[in-house]
């Protein structure tokens, strides 16, 4: 296959050794070479199987905008964008396009959420809380995962009340950390990236899942499909 990878931050060039990895071709095209999505043309975007998107929030919307509109298949791991989702969505299903988006692309990190939501569920009566810590450079705060494990946990217990406490510090890949704590005890789990391989390893196997297909589908509803 023949991806196109948006962004040379340090996820993105990953994602780019991820895919020659597994053997598919890769363009890559930094914010320099596309602002304000200006290369993603309907015959440029005709020549790739799928486009993995790992920029800013700003740069994701431009980006989903000229893809979707041209029925490419996107796989979006940028997060802080959602506020856009609706209309996303809408158009890739007018334009027959595909829309692959996820707070994160970790497998490790949706065994996280399967284990968040039997834990909201058992300790009943206990007070959670999330702290996430990221690299000094990421935009959003807090982090779409640990946006997901709230959502996650006030599904699972509509009565939760949960702090999230955001770090921005260094060069850390990613830590996410739930508490449970009662007067007598104290639950903690905790998932923490060595590197961004693991999401690049999650975003290169979407795309090829995503390849050929038409619709919208968040991560955790296909990462059990993945090869």
Known sequence: ????????????????????????????????????????TGPFLAGFDAVIDFTTPEAAVHNLRACLANAARVVVGTTGWYDHLNDMRSLAERKDAALLYGTNFSVGVQAMFRVARELAVAAQGYMFSITEAHHADKKDAPSGTALSIKQILKSA????????ISKREGDASGIHIIEARSQNDLIELKHEAFSRRGFAEGAVRAAEWIAGKTGVWEFSEISGKLT
């Open 157 to 164: 217990n509509p009565a939760l009340e949960i702090e999230i």
């Open 1 to 40: 296959m023949l991806f196109l990878v948006l962004g040379r931050g340090k996820t993105g060039s990953i994602v780019a050794d991820v895919a020659h990895e597994r053997g598919h071709g890769v363009r890559v095209l930094g914010e320099e070479e596309n602002h304000n999505a200006s290369a993603l």
